[in-house]
């Protein structure tokens, strides 16, 4: 079993019992981590793509140090104009192993669910309100509502004045 997983902004192929090196995480070590940004998942040849993830799907690692990479040397010349810059980066990495993969049952911030309003109670709240602070779309709609004609070439204020 692998799964194709998000962590620190970068894609990691990972399986069970793989070490790992990530950029540098904010937990200390010894710590339990999840990442439930599973992108793909194999089980045995039963392959789960997400859009663009998978929900309910985690990965559980464990951290086992923080550390810095290689050495980079980045050399900057230009020829013949005495410009040389030497500079050197060590990334920050963290090291975790993968301890498991769940396909389904993680637990997963709960997203927030959209409410929509009936249409009754919305024109309701139109009739209540100034007429002035509605747009002249809303304004169309309720003199078509009320069976004015001619409602389409008129201007704002004067559907103000037929709805009045």
């Given at each position: 079993?692998?799964?194709?997983?998000?962590?620190?902004?970068?894609?990691?192929?990972?399986?069970?019992?793989?070490?790992?090196?990530?950029?540098?995480?904010?937990?200390?070590?010894?710590?339990?981590?999840?990442?439930?940004?599973?992108?793909?998942?194999?089980?045995?040849?039963?392959?789960?793509?997400?859009?663009?993830?998978?929900?309910?799907?985690?990965?559980?690692?464990?951290?086992?140090?923080?550390?810095?990479?290689?050495?980079?040397?980045?050399?900057?010349?230009k020829?013949?104009?005495?410009?040389?810059?030497?500079?050197?980066?060590?990334?920050?990495?963290?090291?975790?192993?993968?301890?498991?993969?769940?396909?389904?049952?993680?637990?997963?911030?709960?997203?927030?669910?959209?409410?929509?309003?009936a249409?009754?109670?919305?024109?309701?709240?139109k009739?209540?309100?100034?007429?002035?602070?509605?747009?002249?779309?809303?304004?169309?709609?309720?003199?078509?509502?009320?069976?004015?004609?001619?409602?389409?070439?008129?201007?704002?204020?004067e559907?103000?004045?037929?709805?009045?």
């Amino acid at each position: 079993m692998y799964a194709i997983v998000e962590i620190a902004g970068q894609q990691f192929k990972v399986a069970k019992d793989q070490k790992v090196y990530v950029h540098r995480l904010a937990s200390k070590e010894g710590e339990k981590v999840s990442f439930d940004n599973v992108l793909l998942l194999d089980d045995n040849g039963n392959v789960t793509i997400g859009a663009p993830a998978i929900n309910g799907a985690a990965v559980e690692a464990k951290v086992v140090k923080h550390l810095k990479g290689d050495k980079v040397i980045v050399f900057k010349k230009k020829r013949r104009k005495g410009y040389k810059v030497k500079n050197g980066h060590r990334q920050a990495l963290t090291e975790i192993v993968i301890e498991g993969i769940t396909a389904s049952g993680a637990k997963k911030a709960a997203p927030q669910k959209e409410t929509k309003k009936a249409d009754a109670p919305k024109a309701e709240a139109k009739a209540g309100q100034d007429l002035n602070d509605l747009t002249v779309a809303e304004l169309r709609e309720m003199a078509k509502d009320k069976g004015i004609s001619g409602y389409s070439s008129m201007k704002k204020a004067e559907l103000i004045e037929a709805l009045s």
